[in-house]
């Protein structure tokens, strides 16, 4: 059973920054890839982020490209997202996410195990 737990949310004034991880228990971490989502206050849950098992490739939405890096360590079961100028538009709870299978979307119906989320919340 593979378990995902958020941490480094907070509060943060626009143009800070903010990183976030998320700590992954289970077998075989480093043959998963993973994303992250987010959900805004009254918004349906968006893409912010991706990568793959091997580090080769990532992937972000628009919004976040150039502000947002996603990384992971295999070594640590760790994946994070590290965010700079945030705005109040990146107020949400950020979430992680696995799938079973290998590969890369932005639809979270391709992800199979979340994490609890944690919030983020940026002021103006």
């Known amino acids: 059973q593979v378990q995902l737990v958020e941490s480094g949310g907070g509060l943060v004034q626009a143009g800070g920054s903010l990183r976030l991880s998320c700590a992954v228990s289970?077998?075989?971490?480093?043959?998963?890839?993973m994303g992250w989502f987010r959900q805004g206050p009254g918004k349906e849950r968006e893409f912010v982020a991706a990568?793959?098992?091997?580090?080769?490739?990532?992937y972000y939405s628009d919004s976040v490209k150039g502000r947002f890096t996603i990384s992971r360590d295999n070594a640590k079961n760790t994946v994070y997202l590290q965010m700079n100028s945030l705005n109040a538009e990146d107020t949400a709870v950020y979430y992680c996410?696995?799938?079973?299978?290998?590969?890369?979307?932005?639809?979270?119906?391709?992800?199979?195990?979340w994490g609890q989320g944690t919030q983020v919340t940026v002021s103006s």
């Open positions: 990568i793959t098992w091997n580090t080769i490739r990532t």
């Open positions: 289970g077998p075989t971490f480093s043959n998963y890839d």
């Open positions: 996410a696995a799938p079973r299978r290998r590969g890369y979307s932005a639809r979270p119906t391709f992800y199979d195990y």
